[in-house]
């Protein structure tokens, strides 16, 4: 495949420098993009070649934005819009599986995190951070055909953490939590109905966890 990659944006400080909002604006070509299908074999073992599926141009928005009211508080945002569009579908393996209303596999059209960390002193120990974020990403398809099956609803992921330093900064203890709510959602999968077999392969993304790190 090829790729021709276009983008323009801006960085801007204001308010001391306590704020800081950047954005870009993007344009990506691709030629030949190659995509993963189910298929097969002479032997009717199924294996998931990779193969040129035509050309496709993807066009999207992204706006950052940190803050900083207080030196303590840091709190930051992301936020994307993206969009794909076929220009061309190579006929053969891609199709059926791809038409002009197909959309790329993992692709959210909106994406945002939210999120803050605040550093406090220990006295003359050090200090402690305790810090949030969250992240929210629209629907999406896992596989190239679009499967009904295979597709992921919107979902969001609620991280956060306690961090420890002594003012050495010679180590760290961190205390952390990832996927706090216990999200469930699709990483990977394949429908295998669309190649005449009877079942669909997923994997699914970690559940809830909490742990302690030391560094």
């Not at 495949?1 to 204001?14: I, L, N, P, R, T």
């Not at 990977?188 to 993304?205: K, M, N, P, R």
Request: hydrophobic share 40%; proline share 3%.
């Amino acid at each position: 495949e090829k790729v021709w990659a276009y983008e323009a944006g801006f960085k801007s400080e204001f308010m001391g420098n306590r704020v800081r909002l950047n954005g870009a604006a993007f344009w990506t070509q691709y030629s030949d993009i190659q995509l993963v299908f189910g298929a097969v074999d002479v032997n009717d073992q199924v294996f998931f070649p990779v193969d040129n599926a035509g050309d496709v141009d993807i066009k999207g928005l992204e706006l950052e934005l940190t803050a900083r009211p207080v030196e303590a508080l840091n709190i930051f945002a992301n936020f994307g819009l993206t969009d794909e569009n076929w220009t061309f579908i190579k006929d053969g393996v891609a199709g059926p599986a791809v038409t002009e209303d197909t959309r790329l596999p993992f692709m959210s059209h909106f994406t945002a995190v939210f999120g803050a960390d605040y550093t406090a002193p220990m006295g003359d120990f050090g200090t402690i951070s305790f810090g949030a974020n969250y992240s929210h990403r629209s629907s999406y398809f896992v596989d190239t055909s679009n499967s009904a099956l295979l597709r992921q609803g919107a979902v969001g992921l609620l991280d956060a953490r306690v961090i420890i330093e002594p003012q050495s900064g010679n180590w760290q203890l961190k205390f952390w939590g990832k996927n706090l709510t216990d999200k469930e959602y699709i990483t990977w999968a394949q429908d295998l109905t669309d190649i005449g077999e009877a079942h669909v392969v997923s994997f699914f993304g970690r559940p809830r966890e909490y742990g302690v790190t030391f560094r």
